[in-house]
């Protein structure tokens, strides 16, 4: 079984400074890790993930995001935020158990950016 | 081109009412998954889908919930005697059989029963 654990569950941030959203996870095997974004009403869009190689990803919107093995982290950084970035971000995890790569979820983080 | 898309995208029911809810997942997309996203629980799996096979019904809340895939394609959801604790928002997500990792999702049914 696998878990994962977003450590703020409400990030309030100025416009043009840096953010840096916690996640942990919980696995007994290989996995696959993923950032989501959810704006207002809208359903989930993948930002970014990491399968395997170079642990610093990049994703879209100028996110990043690094893998720590040792840590069991997958931190999602943005080194300047736009009011546009205001929205619900959620990590998640897989693995790949027969090809059925059913995602975990964390309760979500919500970033508000305020100018 | 066209993502995935759900309907209906709101529904409100009476307690005990049965529902429908549907999914058109990105053509040629192998693999489907049904969420859930309510205030209590956050995001939680459903289902999974392989072609028009059920591999893993292990998130199903219970025997009041069920699922099927027609033709590789559409899906619906279906919850009988709905009660107040399946208020919430249904995702669903398709994937490509060269990317399965990568799940796609669609704007979401949010249905409140009263």
């Known amino acids: 079984a696998q878990s994962v654990t977003q450590l703020d569950s409400q990030v309030p941030v100025f416009e043009e400074a840096p953010v840096e959203l916690r996640c942990n996870y919980s696995s007994s095997v290989s996995v696959y890790l993923f950032w989501y974004v959810q704006y207002p009403n809208q359903g989930l869009q993948l930002l970014l993930k990491y399968l395997s190689g170079s642990t610093l990803v990049k994703g879209i919107n100028g996110f990043e995001a690094e893998f720590n093995k040792s840590q069991t982290s997958f931190h999602l950084r943005k080194p300047s935020v736009h009011i546009s970035d205001t929205a619900e971000y959620f990590c998640a995890v897989t693995n790949d158990a027969f090809n059925d790569y059913k995602l975990s979820f964390g309760a979500g983080t919500t970033v508000t950016v305020r100018a | 081109g066209a993502g995935v898309s759900q309907s209906p995208s709101n529904k409100v029911t009476e307690k005990g009412k049965d529902v429908e809810l549907r999914c058109d997942p990105i053509s040629g997309h192998t693999a489907l998954y049904w969420y859930r996203q309510s205030l209590g629980q956050g995001l939680e799996f459903l289902i999974y889908?392989?072609?028009?096979?059920?591999?893993?019904k292990s998130g199903l809340p219970s025997d009041r919930f069920s699922a099927e895939r027609t033709g590789g394609s559409v899906s619906t959801l279906t919850i009988q005697r709905t009660q107040q604790e399946d208020s919430a928002v249904y995702l669903c997500?398709?994937?490509?059989?060269?990317?399965?990792?990568?799940?796609?999702f669609g704007p979401g049914t949010r249905l409140t029963v009263t």
């Open positions: 997500a398709s994937s490509p059989a060269r990317v399965p990792y990568e799940q796609y």
């Open positions: 889908f392989q072609g028009n096979s059920a591999p893993d």
